[in-house]
Nanobody, 115 residues
Framework: QVQLVESGGGLVQPGGSLRLSCAAP????????MGWYRQAPGQQRELVAT???????NYRASVKGRFTISRENAKSTVHLQMNSLKPEDTAVYHC?????????WGQGTPVTVSS
């Protein structure tokens, strides 16, 4: 059983910032593509950002320029820095680790953007 441990969610006002973190086992982190997905109430889960083991990144259009995904290799941790948050960013954010054979999910951390 692979555990992805997320942290950093919470309540923030519009325009504010949050940083999400996801710790993974080292044997997973070093070779898998890591990513963040989100699911708002009544909505499908959607991709937010991914980062490959080589550092290549991909973002959904609505977060480009506001969110940054990064890898901290020494701690086997992936971060999602979220700036200029909007109410429509409200969702449960899930960490993901995948390769050609396997696909693992974290439990999720809630993010609420509201005044």
């Amino acid at each position: 059983q692979v555990q992805l441990v997320e942290s950093g969610g919470g309540l923030v006002q519009p325009g504010g910032s949050l940083r999400l973190s996801c710790a993974a086992p080292g044997r997973i982190f070093s070779t898998y593509t890591m990513g963040w997905y989100r699911q708002a109430p009544g909505q499908q889960r959607e991709l937010v950002a991914t980062i490959t083991s080589g550092g290549g990144t991909n973002y959904r259009a609505s977060v480009k320029g506001r969110f940054t995904i990064s890898r901290e290799n020494a701690k086997s941790t992936v971060h999602l820095q979220m700036n200029s948050l909007k109410p429509e960013d409200t969702a449960v954010y899930h960490c993901n680790a995948r390769n050609i054979e396997y696909n693992y999910w974290g439990q999720g951390t809630p993010v609420t953007v509201s005044s």
